[in-house]
């Protein structure tokens, strides 16, 4: 079935250095959402790419999606204590003119300060 | 700003009994989901609704029941409670399929 593979499952970096998580479908997606999960906390929005090649800013997130449509990164650069939770990818694959959301399963990331 | 709420934000219960998670929004978003999160797994989807008196099957929908008579509940139903459906179970919604997803808080159940 559909599925939204995303790795590595666990990141602990120093406070300063970069973050990467990646995320990939076996199939074209229509989209791809980020989302952030404090500890303890819900999953909230980040942010949405809808065309292929997409990068977009947020202050120190990165978010890009595959030429292809079926790979998607959010890179963090000079991590914060902050930052701290996990990052879950969210690919949307429409299937008889309806759109099913396919959630990764998380990165959990830690900074050291 | 109520958003999604949901009831009760924790719950212990035995096993065999039966547990009713609620969820509102406010929004009038068409589309409701239900969530279980557990170490490893990130975030399973149940069941979800495309709008009143629809609803479907997500990827684990076995031990649980949704209804949806109105737009702004959806309540999730343990019919039998099992130790295996301890879990953080989120309730979700979205103006629709393909669009942002909003979280509740997060209901923390335990099964003795």
């Known amino acids: 079935g559909q599925q939204v593979m995303q790795i590595p499952q666990y990141q602990h970096v120093q406070e300063g250095e970069d973050f990467t998580t990646y995320c990939n479908s076996s199939t074209t997606l229509s989209n791809i959402q980020w989302y952030k999960q404090r500890p303890g906390g819900h999953p909230v929005f980040l942010i949405q790419l809808v065309k292929s090649g997409e990068v977009k800013k947020q202050k120190r997130l990165t978010f890009q999606f595959g030429e292809a449509k079926k790979n998607s990164s959010l890179h963090i650069t000079a991590t914060q204590t902050t930052d701290v939770g996990t990052y879950f990818c969210?690919?949307?694959?429409?299937?008889?003119?309806?759109?099913?959301?396919?959630f990764g399963s998380g990165t959990k990331l830690n900074v050291k300060p | 700003d109520a958003g999604i709420t949901q009831s009760p934000r924790y719950k212990i219960t035995e096993t065999g009994r039966q547990v009713t998670l609620m969820c509102h929004q406010t929004?009038?978003?068409?589309?409701m989901f239900w969530y279980r999160q557990d170490l490893g797994h990130g975030l399973r989807l149940i069941y979800y609704?495309?709008?009143?008196?629809?609803?479907d099957k997500g990827e684990v929908p076995d031990g649980y029941v949704v209804s949806r008579s109105k737009t702004e509940n959806f309540p999730l139903t343990l019919e039998s409670a099992t130790r295996s459906q301890t879990s953080v179970y989120f309730c979700?919604?979205?103006?629709?399929?393909?669009?942002?997803?909003?979280f509740g808080e997060g209901s923390w159940l335990t099964v003795v």
């Open positions: 609704s495309a709008a009143a008196d629809i609803t």
């Open positions: 969210a690919g949307s694959v429409t299937l008889y003119n309806f759109n099913k959301f396919y």
């Open positions: 929004w009038s978003h068409s589309y």
């Open positions: 979700a919604s979205s103006v629709d399929a393909g669009n942002t997803i909003y």
